[in-house]
């Protein structure tokens, strides 16, 4: 995969297929591999771009603090230097969500349509932020490990099937090999993440909305009560997934973004 070279960073990034722009943004702390189902397929009909974030994967690692504001200033700056001048229909999951709400903020002129699965609208609570600072320290001073350990229970429905015992495996690789740095810069990002609630109802582009319904880090009635706010949005309701619905029912979140883009292009 190339890597794209942009002021301060490089990131590696999957490029393929012709036709209307659909970028990926993964979630925490994972790369563009959690998005294998839906690569092939829509690079079929789509230019299909999905990077490691700053941070992730093989991308270029900044310690401190990452925001949502970065990362989604960044995805700007990638678009830039692919040439892509068309607005993007924008996919994230969770921590990609949290960036796809400040990609609409910040590059709204960019974005023909959003599909935010398995995220959340509303900030940290107080307890939420000290876990996430927890998490900082802990990356840092012990690895990836603990990492794996802590979240893989929450990420994925019960894993009954072989299918999905391997993608629990091959997600916990991708936790290992992802940088401590990186790790706890997107953590303490998250942790100082706006609430934007309020924004909600001032997203004019087309919105899917898509959650696992065992999903327990965003849950289905909060999914629901952020579709309410928003305009022009659409839930769907992922049977037999968790957290990591694309990657846990890759048919029924396909179909769903399938449905989407016929509508947008
Ligand atoms: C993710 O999947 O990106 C994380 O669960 C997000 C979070 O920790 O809030």
């Known amino acids: 995969m190339p890597t794209i070279s942009l002021p301060d960073i490089s990131l590696n990034c999957f490029d393929s297929g012709d036709g209307p722009p659909l970028l990926f943004v993964h979630g925490f702390p994972l790369d563009h591999s959690m998005w294998r189902h839906q690569l092939d397929e829509f690079?079929?009909?789509?230019r299909v771009i999905a990077p490691d974030l700053r941070g992730f994967g093989q991308s270029g690692v900044t310690s401190g603090t990452v925001t949502m504001e970065q990362f989604a200033d960044d995805l700007a700056a990638l678009l830039d230097v692919l040439g892509v001048v068309e607005p993007v229909v924008f996919c994230g999951l969770s921590m990609g969500g949290y960036i796809g709400w400040q990609f609409f903020k910040r590059h709204r002129s960019?974005?023909?349509?959003?599909?935010?699965?398995?995220?959340?609208?509303?900030?940290?609570?107080?307890?939420?932020?000290?876990?996430?600072?927890k998490l900082a320290r802990l990356v840092l001073e012990n690895g990836t490990e603990p990492v794996a350990a802590a979240m893989l229970p929450n990420l994925f429905a019960e894993a009954t099937t072989p299918a999905r015992q391997a993608a629990v495996e091959e997600t916990r690789q991708a936790v290992l090999r992802t940088s401590p740095d990186g790790i706890a810069a997107a953590s303490l990002g998250m942790s100082i993440r706006p609430d934007v609630t309020a924004d909600l109802p001032s997203i004019d582009v087309p919105t899917l909305l898509i959650v696992g319904e065992e999903d327990r880090i965003s849950p289905v009635e909060e999914m629901r009560g952020i579709a309410a706010a928003i305009p022009d949005a659409k839930l769907t309701v992922i049977p037999n997934a968790g957290h990591m619905s694309?990657?846990?029912?890759?048919?029924?979140?396909?179909a769903a973004i399938r449905d989407l883009l016929a509508t947008v292009g």
């Open 43 to 46: 690079s079929q009909t789509h």
């Open 110 to 133: 960019r974005l023909k349509a959003l599909i935010q699965c398995d995220t959340r609208a509303i900030a940290d609570t107080p307890e939420g932020v000290a876990n996430r600072e």
């Open 246 to 254: 694309p990657l846990e029912n890759p048919d029924a979140v396909n």
